[in-house]
């Protein structure tokens, strides 16, 4: 089980940080990726980071903004959004790939790759 929280109602160049949190102690086994819903749109990716902790993948749109990160002995992995837009109006959702060991460094953007996703956290930017 995977529980998405900090979202929130915010103004245009202020900061969240998202959290996810997972049930399980598997979770050092899997890569984390968020993705984003924006109203009318497919969802689409916005981050990704190894199982590993080294690598980690990010859509042009968010580069140099958002962060992302993860606590394996907290079973929890973070989004760190800055400087936000109001096209980053969305409800965001973080999601677990499964990779075996001798991968532990693959990061992935394609949604049909994850195994588990978490409801989703609404963040909402204003201008």
């Known amino acids: 089980q995977l529980i998405e929280s900090g979202g929130g109602l915010v103004q245009a160049g202020d900061s969240l940080k998202l959290s996810c949190q997972a049930s399980?102690?598997?979770?050092?086994?899997?890569?984390v990726g968020w993705f984003r819903r924006i109203p009318g749109k497919e969802r689409e990716f916005v981050a990704a980071i190894s199982r590993a902790v080294t690598d980690t993948l990010y859509a042009d749109s968010v580069k140099d903004r958002f962060t992302i990160s993860r606590n394996n002995d907290q079973n929890t992995a973070y989004l760190q959004m800055n400087s936000l837009k109001p096209e980053d109006t969305a409800v965001y959702f973080c999601a677990l790939d499964y990779t075996w060991f001798e991968n532990s460094y693959l990061v992935r953007r394609n949604e049909r790759d994850y195994d588990y996703w978490g409801q989703g956290t609404q963040v909402t930017v204003s201008s």
């Open positions: 399980s102690s598997t979770f050092k086994r899997y890569a």
